[in-house]
């Protein structure tokens, strides 16, 4: 749990620190920089900037692959900007056989508790099961909703809500 809580903060910091630029909206609202994690597609240097991570770490996962998607209101299926998001953490995954992941759904802050427990638990599902039909160990991966009660972004605004609707895969 500590681990994760980590992970979150530093996700949080990467988002707040990539949310000033104007290109960083992509089809679903949310930050484009986010969508491939700290860095982009194509990697680069890790968070704080001290160089390349660690190959099989967190941080490899979002500089070569990125660690979130992005869903629209209400809807647990993967848009095409997901699906090349998980095409490339199903490669990573293939690379790094030893690693297993957590996928933790999550939702905006409309709707009831239950409603977003349930919607977030399927959105970490629509992840597994795109990563397992890609060849990936439904043995590898544990999915976990948090609903509405871990959003990246407080706001109550339509930007915000896009930031949150996600499933964020991490090493566990």
């Given at each position: ?133 890609h060849g990936i160990q439904r043995s590898r991966i544990e999915t976990i909703s ?27």
């Open positions: 749990m500590k681990h994760w809580t980590i992970a979150c903060l530093a996700g949080v910091a990467l988002l707040a620190a990539c949310s000033s630029s104007d290109d960083s909206k992509n089809a679903n609202g949310a930050g484009g920089a986010s969508a491939y994690g700290a860095t982009g597609a194509g990697g680069g240097v890790g968070a704080g900037g001290a160089g390349p991570a660690a190959p099989g770490s967190e941080e490899d996962l979002v500089q070569s692959a990125g660690d979130r998607i992005f869903f629209d209101t209400d809807r647990n299926s993967l848009s095409p900007q997901a699906t090349a998001t998980l095409d490339r953490q199903a490669a990573w995954l293939q690379q790094y056989q030893q690693v297993n992941v957590w996928v933790a759904g999550n939702c905006d802050e409309r709707g009831t508790e239950e409603y977003n427990l349930a919607l977030g638990q399927r959105r970490a599902n629509a992840d597994r099961d795109y990563l397992v039909a948090y609903g509405k009660s871990r959003p990246i972004d407080a706001a109550s605004t339509q930007e915000a809500w896009a930031q949150n609707r996600n499933a964020i895969t991490s090493v566990r």
